[in-house]
């Protein structure tokens, strides 16, 4: 958890400066609730978060004097109680395997270590992984993926460059049902410049999924980075459009400030959150725990 600490350091500097801002010592009037609306929005928690923050706060406190630590222990409180519902680890449950969870999200946003991280974490807990390379536009995107898998020694299924994802994603599932693989982890492409481009293959990628079996893809996750602040919001937004989310990932909570935009995507799409990326090496994965990141972020 110290890691985790760390991960969030700059998010929590940043809300506690702009909190402990607000109050001296000081009765919580409209006012002061104004400034820790405002506070929380600078923060990145976004104004719907923000909004329900300063409502439970008038609701219990207001006319009452607070002090900044006390302010610090209601908002991280109220924190939780957003993050609480959605926090929901990636659990490895489908009959008949393997489990086929797609991975989408913009390039960038730190996909395909994600995946290896993911294959990381699921083999720790003794599940058989398997990688598909369907981002199939970018070389580099394959080469990267298959440096990830020989290095923690999980077998990848990649074509060519150029070459169709759906096919890559058949063959996938069918290696992966006669290994007896427990999870199939499936890297697609994410270049959002051409938004019908990119609903059509992934569209495919599901069409040739749910021939093999109606119930995959089993997970879609979405990889979010944190560093971009509100734009990680938007592109929510264009995921549940394109491809259907059941769930997200955010990475780069370590070095970023933004870290609050966790609490807003949280309060506005109320999707499980499974994990956060707190670095970039292969433990840099971790459960998404919302008491622990509700105490650290504020
Ligand atoms: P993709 O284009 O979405 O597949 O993104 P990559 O997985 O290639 O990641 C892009 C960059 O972000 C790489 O340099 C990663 O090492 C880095 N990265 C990914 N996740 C994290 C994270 O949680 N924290 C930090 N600091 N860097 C990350």
Redesign the pocket.
């Given at each position: 958890s110290n890691r985790l600490f760390g991960g969030f350091r700059k998010t929590s500097e940043k809300l506690t400066e702009n909190l402990t801002a607000v109050v001296g010592t000081a009765k919580l009037d409209d006012a002061t609730l104004d400034d820790v609306e405002d506070a929380l929005i600078l923060s990145d928690l976004g104004p719907s978060a923000a909004a329900r923050i300063r409502a439970k706060l008038a609701e219990q406190r207001f006319g009452l004097e607070i002090t900044p630590q006390e302010l610090k222990e209601a908002v991280a409180e109220e924190i939780a109680s957003i993050l609480r519902p959605v926090a929901k680890p990636l659990e490895i449950t489908a009959f008949p395997r393997p489990q086929v969870i797609l991975v989408i999200?913009?390039?960038?946003?730190?996909?395909?270590?994600?995946i290896a991280k993911m294959a990381h974490l699921f083999r720790e807990d003794d599940y058989s992984v398997m990688l598909a390379a369907g981002?199939t536009f970018r070389a580099a995107?394959i080469g990267?993926l298959a440096t990830w898998a020989e290095r923690i020694d999980v077998p990848l299924v990649r074509g060519a460059e150029g070459g169709d994802p759906a096919s890559i994603v058949f063959d996938a599932v069918r290696a992966a049902t006669d290994q007896g693989i427990d999870a199939l982890v499936v890297?697609t492409a994410?270049r959002l410049q051409n938004k019908r481009e990119l609903m059509d293959e992934l569209a495919k990628i599901r069409r040739v999924l749910g021939r093999i079996n109606p119930e995959a893809p089993h997970d879609v996750v979405l990889?979010l980075d944190a560093t971009n602040g509100q734009n990680a919001l938007a592109q929510i937004d264009v995921f549940k459009e394109v491809a259907g989310v059941t769930g997200l990932v955010m990475?780069?909570?370590?070095?970023t400030a933004r870290g609050g935009v966790l609490v807003a995507a949280a309060e506005q799409y109320g999707l499980p959150i499974h994990a956060i990326?707190?670095?970039?090496k292969i433990d840099?994965?971790r459960p998404f725990d919302p008491e622990l990141v509700a105490r650290v972020i504020a």
């Open positions: 999200g913009v390039n960038g946003s730190g996909k395909t270590t994600t981002d995107a990267q890297d994410g990889v990475t780069k909570l370590d070095g990326g707190v670095g970039e840099d994965l």
